[in-house]
């Protein structure tokens, strides 16, 4: 399945993709939050969507909204791609890096991202998200998969100076609003052949920055799911962002390159569809 959220922001109604056309699901879910994934809501709404019920057709020019409600924690892995680290003069780590997003930073897929106040450099990262399917502690790297609900494109601005400059931890400049457009889809672990081979792709005004793969992770989704519940609980409907590739305007050689309003940002995986956000200046 390939899981929607449509409709105006804070209004959000679930729904699914099907062939491309947008339907609307919310006569037998409520929402695609924590509960749903607790309570089996993956395999409540695929029975009834083969029991072939006549659903209601969403328009495409609708608000796609973020494909999962607003979670308990969104965590993001820092420098796991080889080239990043290099790029960014930063030491392969030996380990997952570990930082948060605040769950308001969470928005849709072609929200605007909005240029917090003051800011002079804030950046992009195409990134590779999963959801949490069920309550995680202490799991063994061979089940991690089965803690995993599905698979998600995410955009995980960052605020250089806030995040570098500013002392202290990275969330400073991770964690601004609009700072995590999800989407457009949630991909449940069926519709996608191997997570592990994933092209994906970022542009800045039709100029292509990011190019890579997801074969070029340092630490994999199994070990991750591993790795983090040794540390925490990760709950149903969690986000976990799995790091960025080479191409984040930081690394640009010999001046990097930030984002300035009216700067459209487009970006993709391999069958997990493509975002786009327009810059916009921070306004009262």
Not at 39 to 56: H, R, V, Y
Request: glycine content about 8%.
């Amino acid at each position: 399945m390939k899981l929607i959220r449509f409709g105006e922001i804070g209004k959000e109604k679930p729904g699914v993709l099907i062939n491309e056309k947008r339907y609307d699901v919310s006569s037998i879910v409520s929402d695609f939050n924590e509960s749903f994934f607790e309570d089996n809501g993956l395999e409540i709404l695929q029975k009834a969507l083969e029991s072939n019920p006549s659903l209601p057709e969403v328009d495409a020019s609708v608000r796609l909204g973020s494909p999962v409600a607003r979670p308990s924690k969104i965590i993001c892995i820092g420098l796991n791609y080889v080239d990043h680290c290099k790029e960014t003069g930063a030491p392969i780590p030996t380990e997952p890096i570990i930082f948060f997003k605040s769950t308001t930073s969470l928005c849709g897929p072609d929200d605007d991202v909005i240029i917090p106040k003051n800011s002079v450099k804030t950046d992009w990262e195409v990134e590779l998200a999963f959801v949490v399917g069920k309550k995680a502690s202490y799991v063994e790297e061979a089940e991690a998969l089965d803690y995993v609900a599905g698979y998600a494109l995410l955009n995980d601005y960052s605020e250089r100076e806030f995040q570098i400059e500013r002392g202290g931890q990275w969330a400073k400049g991770k964690g601004c609003d609009t700072f995590a457009p999800l989407g457009p889809f949630l991909a449940t672990k069926d519709e996608v052949k191997d997570v592990d081979n994933l092209s994906m792709w970022l542009s800045v005004n039709g100029k292509k920055y990011q190019d890579s793969n997801t074969l070029n992770l340092v630490f994999k989704i199994p070990y991750l799911v591993h790795y983090l519940s040794q540390f925490m609980t990760l709950l149903p409907g969690d986000i976990i962002s799995t790091g960025t590739p080479p191409g984040v305007g930081l690394g640009i050689k010999p001046d990097p390159i930030y984002l300035k309003a009216g700067d459209v940002v487009e970006l993709g995986i391999e069958g997990l569809g493509t975002s786009k956000q327009t810059a916009v200046a921070y306004k009262k």
